[in-house]
C-alpha cells in the first residue's frame, strides 16, 4: 500500500485541485483505477468537473478498480 497525492495545476503552474489517496494497492503487473469525480463541483466557480484520463501499458495480469 502507498500513498498517492495528485495535483491538476493550471496553465501558470498554480494548484487548482489537490486530492490525497492513502492505502493505493500496489502490484506487480496489475492496474490499480480509481473512479469517480476528481474535481467535485468544478471549484472556483467553474461549471464543468473537466475530464482526465491516464493511460498505461496494456500488458498488465488485471485491473483493481476503486470508486471514491
Do not use: C, H
Not at 21 to 31: A, L, S
Amino acid at each position: 500500500m502507498t500513498k498517492l497525492t495528485i495535483t491538476a495545476l493550471d496553465a501558470n503552474d498554480n494548484t487548482v485541485k489537490e486530492r490525497i489517496f492513502e492505502n493505493v494497492p500496489v502490484t506487480r503487473n496489475q492496474i490499480t483505477r480509481y473512479t469517480g469525480s476528481f474535481f467535485g463541483n468544478g471549484g472556483n466557480g467553474q461549471t464543468s468537473d473537466g475530464t482526465f484520463r491516464l493511460t498505461a501499458d496494456p500488458d498488465w495480469d488485471s485491473v483493481n478498480g476503486y470508486t471514491f
